[in-house]
């Protein structure tokens, strides 16, 4: 049907809602699984781009957001916190706003995008900047919703996976089966814990007859995971998985081991050079953290561990509109012209 609903009402049979559930959306969820052909052909694979940015605050976080603030007003709750690198903030603003909640969010100071601090400015949170990185701020949440009434939406909350997974029931939807090789960026590891659990339902107990091997990538300087130990002061250009240490890290764990797959770690380099190439080539604007799905399966392609002729999915979580500073840092300064025909053509070469 061409009328979409939101992913609650669209997958509300696999979802922990009842008849009498207030569903607070945003029409968030069907978004475009796009081909890539350039990644495609440098592959030898069959690559689609799950794009995330579509979603109505430009990130994959509306799909646990619905969920996580329908049941929070659902269970009375008047108030709910997050900690977050910035899209989680921004999209708890939105759905608070929408619901009539009062929002809370904790972000590590000078180190989320502006396009985000601008969401959950506008959207009316209650913003704090901390002197402190991603992993304080959610201890800080954290505490404060055990100790306060204030619900915590952050991904260790169970409904914010359960709307994830959602993407995965989508992308074999609309491929009419799981792909081969799933590739995600990895943070806080909530996403490719949803991803995995929606992958291994829509298989167990429904059209799927297969699932794929899940690839995880986190920033070099940020890769606790691959490290296999906690990074105390985690660096990386894609602030948004600036994260040292993962609230479902052993989930992340299972879901590379169940599906015999992997989690590396990718340069700012090769992130930023992934960032350009989707841009330029298959012209989907991403932010930095996106690109590290599209960094990490150049990588395993570069080193000859990527049999040709997969199916292939990678997720890009975020919008570029959100941090264009990379955008515009990356790019030469435009040049300033009198309004001249002439001069217009000489600086552009006609
Ligand atoms: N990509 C983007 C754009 C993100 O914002 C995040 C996480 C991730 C990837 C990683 O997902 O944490 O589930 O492994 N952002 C969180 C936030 C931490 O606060 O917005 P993850």
């Known amino acids: 049907s061409p009328f979409w609903p939101g992913l609650i009402e669209a997958y509300r049979d696999r979802l922990p ?163 081969d090789i799933h590739c995600l960026p990895v943070g806080n590891a909530g996403n490719i814990t949803a991803y995995w659990q929606g992958y291994r339902e829509y298989c167990d107990n429904g059209p799927a007859t297969k699932r794929p091997r899940m690839f995880g990538f986190q920033a070099a300087g940020s890769a606790p995971i691959v490290d296999g130990a906690v990074v105390e002061n985690p660096s990386t250009i894609a602030t948004a998985i600036r994260i040292g240490n993962p609230a479902s890290w052993t989930k992340a764990l299972a879901a590379r081991d169940e599906s015999g797959g992997r989690i590396d770690a990718v340069t700012d380099r090769a992130i930023l050079a992934a960032y350009r190439l989707l841009a330029r080539t298959e012209a989907v604007f991403v932010e930095p953290a996106s690109a590290a799905s599209v960094a990490g399966l150049l990588q395993v392609a570069a080193a000859g561990e990527l049999e040709p002729g997969q199916r292939i999915v990678c997720t890009v979580t975020g919008n570029g509109l959100k941090d264009p500073e990379w955008a515009i840092s990356g790019a030469p300064a435009p040049v300033t012209i009198p309004v001249d025909a002439a001069a217009a053509a000489a600086q552009l070469g006609l």
């Open 17 to 179: 809602v009842s008849a009498t559930t207030p569903v607070v959306t945003l029409q968030e969820g069907a978004t475009p699984l796009v081909p890539a052909p350039e990644l495609s052909r440098r592959t030898g694979c069959d690559v689609h781009l799950k794009v995330e940015g579509a979603n109505p605050t430009g990130s994959f976080k509306d799909r646990g957001m619905t969920m996580a603030i329908t049941k929070a007003v659902e269970e009375g709750a008047q108030a709910v916190i997050c900690a977050s690198t910035g899209n989680t903030s921004a999209s708890a603003a939105a759905y608070a706003a929408r619901a009539g909640l009062v929002c809370a969010v904790l972000v590590p100071q000078g180190k989320i995008a502006t396009g985000k601090l601008a969401q959950a400015l506008v959207h009316g949170a209650k913003l704090l900047q901390v002197q402190g990185n991603f992993d304080d701020c959610l201890a800080l949440a954290s505490k404060l919703a055990i100790d306060y009434p204030v619900s915590l939406v952050n991904s260790v909350n169970q409904y914010r996976i359960e709307g994830q997974k959602t993407a995965s029931f989508e992308i074999v939807d609309v491929l009419g089966d799981a792909p």
